[in-house]
């Protein structure tokens, strides 16, 4: 079991994001893509923190009545022990006090083990942006969630 907590990220996480961001995805957001998040009034950023060290982030944007899920990272250490379930269930609840009827979200096709987790919330494929990544190149599947009464994390078990 992991100790840690769960938190709205802060400007003196910028640095660690980005730290983050380059052992996690081939094409990392920069420090200053973060610090622009920072400054986005309809950006929202959790942080998952252990000692001061952080192990994991989620951040959405709102957008009218929707959210849009920018990215989830945990860091490679931490993974398989509940983390990034713990954040998306801070975004969705979160992402209920403000009202929002939907989330989305894309992710590489190949990344099966996102997609898995995902699926588990109850986030479904809608269908596919052509080439929507690059490093390497690959399409997205773009995955929904619809906020309500129900959104438990369900162990599909698939
Ligand atoms: C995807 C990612 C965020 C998962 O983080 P995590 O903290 O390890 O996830 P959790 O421990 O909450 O996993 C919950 C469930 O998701 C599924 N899952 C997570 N990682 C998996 C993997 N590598 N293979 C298969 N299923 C996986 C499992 O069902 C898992 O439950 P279980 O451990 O009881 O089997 C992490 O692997 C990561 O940071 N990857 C690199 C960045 C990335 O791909 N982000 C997504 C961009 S869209």
């Known amino acids: 079991m992991v100790d840690y907590t769960i938190r709205r990220m802060n400007k003196g996480d910028i640095k660690q994001l980005s730290e983050l961001e380059k052992v996690c995805f081939s094409v990392p957001w920069s420090e200053q893509s973060f610090a622009e998040e920072f400054e986005n009034d309809l950006a929202v950023y959790f942080i998952a923190e252990q000692c001061g060290n952080l192990i994991g982030y989620i951040g959405f944007w709102r957008i009218i009545d929707e959210g849009h899920i920018t990215n989830i990272a945990v860091s490679p250490d931490f993974r398989r022990k509940g983390i990034a379930t713990a954040l998306i269930g801070t975004a969705v609840k979160y992402a209920k006090t403000l009202n929002l009827v939907l989330l989305t979200l894309e992710v590489r096709k190949s990344n099966l083990a996102a997609q898995h987790l995902y699926r588990n919330f ?32 369900i162990d599909t078990g698939d």
């Open 122 to 153: 109850g986030f479904v494929a809608l269908g596919e942006r052509k080439d929507y990544y690059t490093n390497p190149r690959e399409n997205a599947v773009i995955m929904t969630l619809t906020l309500g009464e129900q959104n438990e994390y």
